[in-house]
């Protein structure tokens, strides 16, 4: 079954490469991914994710521990669902267009 969400996070997810971390999990597990900078509050970003329900649940549990998904010390402290679905192309980053970034390439993923 596929499923859609849309969620945000706070914790230390702005400046650590949160945004690429998260789109690359989502690569790595082969499912659609979306992340957006809040621009009023820098411990906050705005994500969504779809695919395989059970993908898409254990990439969310991943976030929800707590722990470092980088070696930039990216982490969640909080995740809370939205109530509505926001557009992979509404998103600053997404799955289809993370390679047009220039990221730094001094971070290693965990998630």
Known sequence: ML??????VT??????MFRQTFIRGAQKRKIKGGATNDS???HLVHCSLAGKESVVDEMINKLREGKPINSWNAY????????HFIAFSDHQ???DNVNDYH???DVDFYL
Do not use: A, P
């Open 103 to 105: 990221w730094s390439s």
């Open 76 to 83: 969640v402290d909080e995740l809370h669902l939205h109530d």
């Open 11 to 16: 914790g230390n997810v702005q400046n650590v």
């Open 40 to 42: 009023k509050n820098h």
């Open 3 to 8: 499923k859609k969400v849309s969620f945000y």
């Open 93 to 95: 980053v997404n799955t």
